[in-house]
T-cell receptor
């Protein structure tokens, strides 16, 4: 029944490690997004994919690489994790040119 | 670039009272949508209400209503008969109809409903 799911929900790791967060949506949407919510609760877009094609890439370090194997999945891989990467990462999806985005439950990443 | 500003970092009211959360935004575009999202402690982002900029009528959803003033670029949220379950972070957000489909969020207002 879950519309937008993310795994894992919590991720604790050491600085310098590489980690991935997975996102899947079963809504049949064309467009998927990654947002980052920092420690002050501020939410900002990172990436957006439409039908597996990257359409939004905000000023995000190259250590972050999104990958969309198909239009129902958008994964986020992070290399060489830094303390400042600690945040909650939200995946979202929408129909192309639809105004409403549906959010996943978020993944809390803690880098020690 | 579009920006959204929420000037009230925190608010607190008694249960059953009415509370208004403020939001202003800045854009040179004329076609856009505005939203209020609720984020309870569970951290799930929940859409509360949306407003199309081309509609003059203010949106309402049960106890939630907005005061949309397009010329002033203001979009406030009124919660009537507040309930304990309304305790959450509230985010005002903006999206253009044309162009990059990204939500631009305000800083959030932490609302506490006291019994």
């Amino acid at each position: 029944d879950t519309a937008v799911s993310q795994t894992p929900k919590y991720l604790v790791t050491q600085m310098g490690n590489d980690k991935s967060i997975k996102c899947e949506q079963n809504l049949g949407h064309d467009t998927m997004y990654w947002y980052k919510q920092d420690s002050k609760k501020f939410l900002k877009i990172m990436f957006s994919y439409n039908n597996k094609e990257l359409i939004i890439n905000e000023t995000v370090p190259n250590r972050f690489s999104p990958k969309s194997p198909d239009k129902a999945h958008l994964n986020l891989h992070i290399n060489s994790l830094e303390l400042g990467d600690s945040a909650v990462y939200f995946c979202a999806s929408s129909q192309v040119f639809s105004n409403e985005q549906f959010f996943g439950p978020g993944t809390r990443l803690t880098v020690l | 670039a579009q920006t959204v500003t929420q000037s009230q970092p925190e608010m607190s009211v008694q249960e059953a009272e009415t509370v208004t959360l403020s939001c202003t935004y800045d854009t040179s575009e004329s076609n856009y949508y505005l939203f209020w999202y609720k984020q309870p402690p569970s951290r799930q982002m929940i859409l509360v209400i949306r407003q199309e900029a081309y509609k003059q009528q203010n949106a309402t959803e049960n106890r939630f209503s907005v005061n949309f003033q397009k010329a002033a670029k203001s979009f406030s949220l009124k919660i009537s008969d507040s309930q304990l379950g309304d305790t959450a972070m509230y985010f005002c957000a903006f999206i253009l109809i044309q162009g990059a489909q990204k939500l631009v969020f305000g800083q959030g207002t932490r609302l506490t409903i006291n019994p």
